[in-house]
C-alpha cells in the first residue's frame, strides 16, 4: 500500500511538472525565448548570445533564435519557445507579421519585450526597449553637416547628397530618417546642399519608399546606388550620402569605389551599429561615421527589465529613460503606445574611433586592429 502511495505521488509530480507546460525543464529554471530578426546585420548575432548570456547569469534558461528576415520562421520559433514553456520573450521583429504570435504568447500568459525594433499594428505588449532612435539620425545628419562642412557651404557651389532609408517594414527607419532630415533641411532650404535623386522631406511621402531598402539588405542598396550613379547621379560628383546603417554604407561605398569619379575621394558616408568593418573603414578615411549603440547595454538592460517583470517589481532599468514628450512617439504601435525605454546612442568618427573599443564592443583582435 505504502508503495502504491509512494508510485502514484511520482506520478502525480511527473504529470503536474508537465502540466507547467515544460517551464520547469531544465533544472527548474524559467525559460526566456529570445527571438532575433537577421544575421546578415552582424549586430543581431552579438544581440542574441548577449541577450541569452544575460538571461543565464540572473538564472534563467535562455533560448535564443534567428530569423532570417522572415516573420512566418520567426512566429514558428516564437511558438516554439511557447511549446517550451517561456516565460517571457524578448522579440527583435521584422515586420508587422509578428502581431499573431503576439496574440499566441498573450494566450499563454508569457509577458513580451519589444527588443530595439517596435512591434507595430498592436500594443497588447507590455514594454518596448530601443535607443534614442530619432536621436541616431540627428547624429548621421549632424556628422554629414561636419564632414561637408556645410556652415561654410555656399549657393554658388552648394554640396550634393543622395539619401538611403532602411527597411519599411521597420518604424527605426522613419526615426533615422527623420532625425537625420531635420538636421538637412535647413541646408537643403538654404541652398547650400542639394538633393540628387529621390528627395522626401519626410517619411511619410511617397517618394520614401524609392529610398528604403527592403529588410535592410545590402544588395538593394548597392543595386540602387550602382543605378544613381550612372542615372539621377551621372553629371554630379556625389559629395554626401546618407546612409542609414553601416551593412549599407559599406555596400554603397563598393558601388562607388567601382566608379572612377570616386577613386580619389569617396562621398562623406553616414552609417549605424559600430560594425568592425565599418570601423576599420572609418579608420581608413572610407567611411566618415557611425553610431554606435552598446547594443551589449541593450541586451542587459532588456533581461533586468523582463527579470522585473517576471518577478512582479517596479520597472527601474539603470542606464534607460522613459520616453516622453516628442520622444513618446517611438513607442507608437500605429494602434496605441507601449511604455519604452531609450539608451543613448554615440556619433562616431575617426577623432573617436576609441569609443566602442574602449567599451569592449570588439574582440581583443579586432580592437587590435583598430589600434
Ligand atoms: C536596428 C539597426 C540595424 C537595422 C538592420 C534596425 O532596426 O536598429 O541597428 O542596423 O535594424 O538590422
Redesign the pocket.
Known sequence: MKRLTAVLLVLFVALSLFAEGGQQRAGGKTVIGIAM??T??E??VKDGNQLKAEAEKRGYTGLVQWANADQPTQNQQIAGFLTQGAKALIV?NINDGVVSAVADANREKALIVAY??IIQGTHDYGYFI??N?YK?GTLQGQSIVAGLNLDAATTAAPKHITLFA??PT????NF?FQGAMDVLLPYINKGVLSVVGPFPKHYSEPAFAQIATE??QAPIAKARMEALLVGDARNVTLDAVLA?????ARAILEACKADSKYQAKLPVTSG??AEFDSAVSIKNGEQYSTVF?D?AKLAEAAIILADQLLKGQAVNVPGTVIADGDLKQIGFTGTGYVTTLLLDPILVTKDNIQVPVTAGFYTDAQAAQLK
Open positions: 530578426p537577421e546578415h546585420v549586430r543581431w527583435g530595439d525594433r530601443t535607443f532612435n541616431v532602411g527597411s521597420d518604424a527605426n527607419a533615422f529588410n535592410w542609414p546603417n553601416d551593412t549599407l549605424q551599429d549603440k547594443t
